[in-house]
């Protein structure tokens, strides 16, 4: 019917796999290089975007959630020496040698 019909649009080659790896690693790109400071904002747009293709059995949102998940720990990892150093002048190397 109908459905069939409207739906085999969604099937044609404009969403096709290689297309989905290609959005998930520009996405990956993007996030890493700094695009979005609000990621709890982008990560909610990137979510409903997977899910507005669960409707044609084309669901990736399991795909979404790594690569963020990647790109925070990258970032706190970065982050976190930073905080630990008491002073800007101090190294971090000796904030391990700093008696407690």
Known sequence: GSSYVEGALFYSPFISPPQVWQFLHTLEGDL?????????SLLGQCMY??????????????LI????????VGNFRLILPLSLCPR???TCASVLLWPS
Not at 49 to 62: N, Y
């Open 88 to 90: 800007p002048s101090m």
């Open 49 to 62: 975007f997977g899910l507005s293709f669960s409707r044609i059995g084309t669901d990736f949102r399991c």
């Open 32 to 40: 890493r290089r700094g695009v979005g400071m609000r990621l709890d």
């Open 65 to 72: 959630a790594p690569i963020f998940v990647r790109v925070i």
